[in-house]
């Protein structure tokens, strides 16, 4: 199971009051209700604090997972995508 960036948790339980029990890796910015509105907020909180995450890149349907592996990248090396995520996921 893959596991979630502290800034990840901390910015949707302070700042958007999202409650800790829905923050799951398979959890996405809808399952969350974030509107777009909040969404790029929160791309622009991540990208503060990380110093990279040009989250526009993501796939709408990104899982925080997903976001996780991509805030934890090396710089430059971009988001995988949705056929490299599940052959990572099934080693």
Do not use: Q, W, Y
């Amino acid at each position: 199971m893959s596991t979630i960036h502290p800034r990840i948790t901390e910015v949707l339980t302070h700042t958007f009051k999202v409650p800790a029990a829905e923050i799951r890796p398979d959890s996405t910015m809808d399952s969350l209700e974030m509107d777009s509105l909040a969404v790029a907020e929160f791309s622009v909180l991540l990208r503060e604090t990380s110093g990279d995450g040009d989250l526009d890149r993501l796939p709408k349907d990104a899982t925080l997972a997903d976001i996780s592996r991509f805030l934890g990248a090396p710089s430059g090396s971009g988001m995988p995508t949705r056929d490299e995520a599940h052959l990572s996921n099934a080693r």
